[in-house]
């Protein structure tokens, strides 16, 4: 198939600074695009074939339009800012300009490869699609204009909403691209403004990961690394295509295979990754929870369960065989698909070939049941004892870059940093940390109180937000019927790509509904174009990660150091300082950085750092100084690429990143914890237990571990988390120094800001959050122990009845939520069509800096929907043909057909990062002069559905139905 440039509907654009002008209204092939750009090996480089200049340095001629130059070339040391891997890049600049980069050979995560995105990068330096300047829309047209303007009508309009209609008719919609230190501050702001309608992307992608695994064990994330893998006898991947979404993890899994290691890949659709495994499953989409049971029947009826780890550690198991027992190998294929040899086999591959690890990825998460997949996955693996140890373990891929920090650090509607909550006291805590008087925080929120929806009156600071899953809700709800005094009228997108949501069409009602719309990001973004707006709408450019510095935190949890490798380009200001700058015209800027240095309106990432140390005691945010991070990205090469732990130099012994929990203040050099819940090791060389977080008994049944410890500890058994009664209880009490004694009084591990309480008890060997068994029933779920329910848009009737979804809410997280009155609607005679989504390599979340990328954009210039060969003969549709791809929910797009049997008949895919068509439509006039990315596409969303998970409003992307035709 040839690649082909288009011009047709394009606008002229300045001249191109990059190679690809050479292909500008040319055909070229594929190898011979990537030969030329620098690309020959394809999606992923992997270093071990890769010369010492993978990439060569472009002239500064070239890059910046002046002469060449004999100034010195610095190098900068960064993190690519795609997906969580966190790849290692060294950035050359010569003259303030970045010319040319490598891949980070030395660095432990990416060990010199590069996928195709992270070896595109430094066109981020110079992206000739970013916007450029302030602008706003006036009559239908966009106008440039000043900082100084766009900074006082903004605030102005927000805080005439405010007045009108209190702190939470605004939305303040964060960003997984952030820098921790950034996203710290994001949410900060939020709760100053006085809201805690603010959210991120985390909720459309692992939200339900982060909830249903925190809830098993104590700490919602991945519990091992991507380089730990190498150590896995077997892998189990569910709902992940690490070979598109994270091409360079793929490395560290064939390590694994090449040491013998069996992958194990299920998923509706036979992707790149399933091509590499040595068992591949396909699954009815919608059907994880059957499929899991159908595994553990196969694990309990041949006794292959670990049963000293789960009479140790784990609390609940017999519950869930009880849920297992009703999936005998027929039931499982009647609903699964999934034949009885199959499931066999795997359950036998996994027991026979321990420590086994298990991945998932949005596949198994975007559901209205995603917490009972997650759940689910944690029980499989407790069931075979693979916790807590290397090689095994949920090793979960995160998304975006920063997806990770910025959830760790709160831009959530349901959280403060750190996981605190909303409470009371989690308030009090961060109010102390931050400086502020408690009363006057409080009174920045709405003070009334609203029905929460069991006739309980609630109020709106210790109430879960709007979840962005559901800002369109937000806006066009019947305002009587919400948990707040009115809807939201004002929203500020800030990093975030609105295409990547469902019901694309009521979003397009909301965006033209909206009095104020505030647009804050590298690039315009769908949400510039998708609406028919005249006015009230702002676009704020602000400057990539690479024209800033600051720390990122990888899906492992290892925290790493950018440096910044070029200032702002155009008139970009980096987020913290447009934080800044806004938070000055609301009035509470001195308040938001009462502790932080603030230099020509930028706040000082270290300090903010420190800040965040002082109150981060939850999950371990609390050792990683800025010093300490800079030193781990000078060593990069001193770090073993398998445990991540430096063996000699000035950080020896230290995990790399100091993966969280890093305990105690930085003065403890704590190493981090590379393997979560590991007992292997003492708590002060990064072991661990599960934490004690649900009490310590239920109906009378012992919740603490029983004869399982961290090795050293001086408690030999369960014990509960710690606070200063405990601590003086054991004796313990005069190992704090007389200042530690004062500010632990009446504190806990979490709320002692001194940190004697952590030092103490590690220092007797203890975790601090106690010692405690997993669970595997979650008593405060809908479904304690995972059921399967049918999705709400089911092709399955026959199955309703049997395993129905939930009744409809009245109030959940503070709007009215539909399940059973959708579910009871047959739509599977009109739309048969299963429609899932997913990645592509080229491109990443809404695909807006992607697409505006040439590089990545001559590589896959068409959206497109993946359908069997059956489906498209019986609808008469050929490969390559235009079609239309049809919701129930009245939402159609138009794209090019691929017939392949990748997908199942009855199964299409689509891809999630195309924006700019909408329905048929070519917006590319709407985009700002210059601005529009080089490929449109329409948005699968559009014909997405509605769906939401019963615990955290995660959206339903893998699970709709459609039908297709010609167009």
């Known amino acids: 198939m040839k690649l082909v440039r288009k011009q047709a509907g394009a606008r002229p654009a300045a001249a191109a600074t990059s190679p690809v002008a050479a292909f500008l209204g040319a055909t070229v092939d594929r190898r011979a695009f990537l030969k030329s750009s620098g690309l020959a090996l394809g999606a992923t480089a992997l270093g071990a074939a890769l010369g010492p200049t993978m990439m060569r340095r472009a002239s500064a001629a070239t890059d910046a339009g002046t002469h060449a130059s004999n100034a010195a070339v610095e190098i900068k040391r960064t993190i690519c800012s795609h997906c969580s891997v966190g790849c290692g890049i060294y950035a050359e600049v010569q003259n303030g300009v970045w010319v040319g980069q490598e891949p980070a050979f030395d660095h432990p995560f990416n060990m010199g490869a590069h996928c195709a995105k992270g070896a595109s990068i430094r066109e981020h330096g110079h992206g000739e699609r970013r916007l450029k300047y302030p602008m706003k829309l006036v009559d239908g047209q966009w106008q440039r204009i000043s900082w100084d303007t766009a900074l006082s009508e903004v605030s102005a309009r927000l805080l005439k909403i405010r007045e009108e209609s209190g702190p939470d008719a605004v939305y303040w ?34 939200s339900t990961t982060v909830a249903g695994v925190a809830n098993t064990w104590g700490y919602g994330a991945m519990t091992n690394s991507y380089n730990d893998i190498a150590y896995a006898k077997s892998i189990l991947m569910i709902g992940s295509n690490a070979a598109e979404a994270h091409p360079v993890s793929m490395q560290h899994i064939l390590r694994a295979k090449e040491d013998g290691a069996k992958l194990i890949v299920i998923d509706p659709r036979f992707t790149r ?77 996994m027991a026979e070939h321990r420590p086994g690890t298990f991945v998932w990825c949005m596949g198994g998460t975007q559901h209205t049941i995603g917490n009972n997949n997650t759940r689910a996955y944690c029980i499989f693996q407790l069931a075979l004892g693979n916790m807590g140890k290397a090689g095994g373990g949920t090793n979960i891929f995160r998304g975006h870059d920063n997806v990770q920090g ?4 709160g831009v959530l509607a349901d959280s403060l940093p750190g ?15 931050w400086g502020v008087d408690y009363e006057w925080l409080k009174a920045r929120f709405d003070p009334n109180a609203y029905d929460g929806g069991s006739g309980k009156p609630v109020k709106p600071m210790e109430t879960s937000g709007i979840p962005v899953s559901r800002w369109i809700d937000g806006v066009l709800e019947d305002k009587a019927l919400m948990t707040q005094r009115d809807n939201v009228r004002g929203m500020v997108f800030w990093g975030h790509a609105p295409n990547s949501q469902t019901r694309g069409t009521e979003m397009k009602k909301a965006f033209e509904k909206l009095d104020t719309l505030v647009i804050v990001d590298p690039y315009p973004t769908v949400s510039a174009v998708m609406h028919e707006r005249r006015d009230g709408v702002y676009l704020l450019p602000a400057a990539t990660q690479f024209e800033t510095y600051g720390s990122v935190t990888a899906s492992n949890r290892s925290v790493q150091w950018r440096e910044q490798v070029i200032a702002p380009l155009f008139e970009s200001r980096p987020d913290h300082t447009i934080l800044y700058q806004l938070a000055k015209k609301f009035g509470y800027a001195d308040e938001l950085c009462k502790n932080v240095k603030v230099t020509n309106d930028e706040p000082s990432i270290e300090d903010l750092v420190r800040e965040y140390n002082r109150g981060m005691w939850t999950i371990g ?21 398998r445990t ?30 590379a393997n979560l819940y590991d007992t292997s090791l003492p708590v002060a060389d990064g072991g661990l237990c599960f934490r004690a977080n649900f009490g310590v008994e239920r109906n009378g049944v012992n919740l603490l571990a029983e004869h399982s410890y961290p090795a050293g500890s001086e408690i030999e058994d369960g014990y509960p988390e710690f606070d200063d009664k405990l601590v003086k209880k054991l004796g313990w009490w005069d190992d704090l120094t007389d200042a530690e004694k004062t500010a632990a009084e009446g504190k806990n591990w979490k709320t002692d ?9 590690i220092k007797h060997g203890c975790a601090p959050f106690g010692n405690a068994k997993a669970r595997c029933v979650v008593w405060n779920f809908p479904d304690p122990v995972p059921i399967h329910r049918e999705p709400l848009y089911t092709s399955r009737r026959d199955l309703v009845g049997q395993y129905p979804t939930y009744a409809d809410r009245k109030a959940y997280w503070r709007l009215p939520t539909r399940y059973a009155s959708i579910q009871q609607q047959d739509f599977s005679q009109d739309f048969p069509i299963i429609l899932t989504s997913g990645r592509l390599v080229e491109y990443e979340g809404g695909g807006d800096e992607t697409r505006s990328n040439p590089w990545l954009a001559e590589l896959q210039q068409h959206m497109f929907v993946e359908l069997n060969p059956k489906d498209a003969n019986d609808a008469g549709i050929h490969d390559g043909q235009d079609v239309w791809v049809e919701g129930p929910e009245g939402g159609r797009i138009r794209v090019k057909a691929m017939v392949t049997r990748r997908v199942a008949p009855g199964v299409a895919f689509t891809p999630f990062h195309f924006g700019g068509r909408y329905q048929g439509k070519d917006l590319r006039e709407r985009y700002p002069q210059g601005c529009d990315p080089y490929v449109l596409g329409e948005s699968c969303n559009v014909s997405m559905t509605y769906g939401y998970d019963s615990v955290t409003a995660m959206q339903e992307t893998k699970c709709s139905l459609c039908r297709i035709k010609p167009a």
């Open 173 to 206: 919609l964060g960003s997984a691209k952030h820098s921790n230190e950034q996203a710290y501050l994001f949410r900060k702001f939020a709760s100053m403004w006085g809201t805690n309608n603010v959210d991120h992307q985390a909720r459309i992608c692992h």
């Open 419 to 433: 996981y605190y909550g909303l409470a009371e006291g989690s308030w009090k805590h961060w109010a102390k940390v």
């Open 753 to 761: 800001l001194s940190g004697g309480i952590q030092r103490v008890v």
């Open 644 to 673: 991540l732990r430096a063996e000699g130099g000035p950080l020896d012994r230290e995990f790399y990143g100091l993966p969280w929990p890093c305990w105690g203040t930085p003065e403890m050099k704590h190493p981090g914890t």
């Open 273 to 349: 990754t399933a091509a590499h495994a040595d068992h591949y499953v396909r699954i009815r989409p919608g059907t994880d929870v059957p499929f899991i049971w159908g595994l553990l029947w196969h694990v309990f009826q041949n006794n292959w369960q670990d049963d000293s780890f789960l009479q140790q550690r784990v609390f609940g198991m017999d519950e869930v065989r009880k849920e297992v027992e009703k999936w005998p190998p027929a039931e499982v294929e009647r609903v699964t698909g999934v034949q009885e040899k199959d499931a066999y086999t795997v359950a036998k591959l």
């Open 406 to 409: 910025a959830t760790d650090f």
């Open 621 to 641: 945010y609390t050792g990683q100084s800025p010093e300490r991070l800079k030193a781990h990205q000078k060593n990069w090469h001193t770090f073993n690429t």
